[in-house]
């Protein structure tokens, strides 16, 4: 994923009959906001994903264990 920071340094060039340098400033600035909160939102939302896979993992691995420990007493 494209870091925030990487956005924060992009520059264009300017031409001579080109955009409003004012408003596309303003603009990649809101642009940036929103981009950062959406990077920092995917990163809680892949942290807790990692965290959700560990336990399932884990509650597998116990289940599975169960499982056996249940065949042996029979």
Known sequence: MLK?????????TKAVRGYSTTEVDEYMGYMLEKYTELFRRNFELEQQLRVLNEQKSELD?????????SMDAD
Request: aromatic fraction near 6%.
């Open 4 to 12: 925030p920071s990487e956005l924060k340094k992009k520059n264009f």
């Open 61 to 69: 691995s116990e289940k599975a264990a169960d499982i056996i420990e």
